[in-house]
């Protein structure tokens, strides 16, 4: 079967670091991304990871492990504007993306 | 400007009534998809088409339609026969040969 997870909810302070875990199961993987999204709005792309390691791009950084099914994003100097849901989400072999829940991130004062 | 249009915003209609979703993108892409998302729920793949003239059932294809007429145009119709059609709909587009989905707007479909 198809199952990707990751936590509902994460709450941090501004300027901190939070990272957001995803763990998979896939019929098949072409590759994991990450995207953000506001209430109400669509996705938008954030990261791709297809081999294994760390690709960094600005404030955000994406982790993937493919022998563990796993994946993180980092954020650092978490600003409000970051407060959004965050979604994991796998390419399978028909290319279409399989979506996790969605984590949603409230950053504080 | 190139990018996906989903329109209207807000659609209303009847339990029992048949409406298409539009879903237009200028960007010339070649596969196109439609998603489903919920409260508390991430996004669930209805029909995706990866030409023209073809197309392919999701993971929740059941009670919605689809035609694949021309490149830059994707309608859903979400049926009768949907049994909870209440939703925001996202319809994406990627070029071939990538990795990335580009997404539209989104329409807010309430039925009552």
């Known amino acids: 079967g198809q199952n990707i997870d990751q936590p509902t909810e994460m709450t941090a302070t501004e300027g901190a670091i939070v990272q957001i875990n995803c763990t998979y199961q896939?019929?098949?993987?072409?590759?994991l991304f990450w995207y953000q999204q506001h209430a109400g709005e669509a996705p938008t792309f954030l990261s791709y990871?297809?081999?294994?390691g760390l690709e960094e791009k600005g404030r955000f950084s994406s982790f993937l492990s493919r022998s563990k099914g796993y994946s993180y994003l980092l954020l650092k100097e978490l600003q409000m504007k970051d407060s959004a849901s965050y979604l994991c989400?796998?390419?399978?072999?028909?290319?279409?993306?399989?979506f996790g829940k969605g984590t949603t991130l409230s950053v504080s004062s | 400007d190139g990018g996906i249009t989903q329109s209207p915003k807000y659609l209303f209609r009847k339990e029992g009534q048949n409406v298409t979703l539009s879903c237009e993108q200028n960007?010339?892409?070649?596969?196109m998809y439609w998603y489903r998302q919920d409260p508390g729920q991430g996004l669930r793949l209805i029909y995706y088409?990866?030409?023209?003239?073809?197309?392919q059932k999701g993971d929740i294809a059941e009670g919605y339609s689809v035609s694949r007429e021309k490149k830059e145009s994707f309608p859903l119709t979400v049926t009768s026969a949907q049994k909870n059609p209440t939703a925001f709909y996202l319809c994406?587009?990627?070029?071939?040969?990538?990795?990335?989905?580009?997404f539209g707007p989104g329409t807010r479909l309430t039925v009552t």
């Open positions: 994406a587009s990627s070029p071939q040969g990538s990795y990335e989905q580009y």
């Open positions: 896939t019929s098949g993987f072409n590759g």
């Open positions: 990871n297809v081999l294994d």
């Open positions: 989400a796998v390419r399978d072999v028909r290319t279409a993306l399989i």
């Open positions: 960007l010339n892409h070649d596969a």
């Open positions: 088409s990866q030409i023209v003239n073809d197309f």
